[in-house]
């Protein structure tokens, strides 16, 4: 039976990983930048990520892509990612709402509806009940028509990427902890097709590491 990080144990976990998580550029980069390029951000008023880490793709996004009418709220489960993004993150003033999430999705109370909801190599350590929560709360926090754009931790389609994805997957079955809870996944089997209507997906590998791409509409 597959095993996940409780909560507590994945902020732990992540309040010590601190700002090594920028160093998995070398393999998140190329799906982080294709995203953003795929999401309607010049159309949106208010963007959410679920899951900011130390908030640089949140930089990268509001310098080169959001307009700067644009509102961006996020959350973490880790105290310390939430103390990085907010450094990082000073430069932007007042555009910019972080917070600390708990152990279920915690969106932004009184929110306006949302644009753009977005969360890249999180649902990868969710468990199946967690994902199906986010991706509840999504649905109900996006304006129709609106669009979710998500990045995970995927199933190998080479050879090379087949045996690091089942490496991964073994390692995360027998000591979750080894890998901070994340193992490959198929995002698109967790969209309800009659709330998401997926519009781009692809899988994108960097040394051996596979990640999917996808974004979908809410209908």
């Not at 130390?54 to 307009?67: D, F, K, M, V």
């Not at 880790?78 to 993004?85: K, N, P, V, Y």
Request: hydrophobic letters at 40%.
């Amino acid at each position: 039976m597959p095993r996940y990080l409780t909560s507590p144990q994945a902020s732990r976990f992540y309040d010590h990983f601190g700002a090594k998580q920028d160093h998995q550029g070398y393999y998140e980069d190329a799906p982080l930048a294709d995203l953003a390029a795929h999401l309607r951000f010049e159309q949106a008023r208010h963007v959410f990520e679920y899951g900011c880490g130390t908030g640089r793709y949140a930089a990268q996004l509001l310098a080169e892509h959001i307009p700067e009418t644009t509102t961006y709220a996020a959350c973490d489960l880790s105290r310390t990612m939430i103390e990085l993004a907010g450094r990082t993150l000073a430069p932007f003033g007042g555009r910019v709402v972080l917070w600390q999430n708990g152990e279920v999705p915690d969106f932004l109370p009184g929110k306006p509806p949302f644009d753009v909801i977005l969360s890249s190599y999180v649902l990868d350590l969710l468990s199946p009940e967690a994902i199906s929560e986010m991706l509840a709360e999504s649905a109900r926090s996006l304006r129709s028509g609106g669009q979710l754009g998500l990045v995970s931790l995927t199933h190998g389609s080479s050879f090379a990427s087949r045996i690091t994805s089942r490496i991964w997957a073994l390692l995360a079955h027998l000591r979750p902890s080894l890998v901070g809870g994340c193992r490959p996944l198929r995002l698109v089997d967790f969209l309800d097709p009659d709330i998401w209507r997926v519009s781009y997906r692809k899988t994108i590998i960097r040394w051996t590491i596979p990640s999917e791409v996808l974004i979908a509409t809410r209908l």
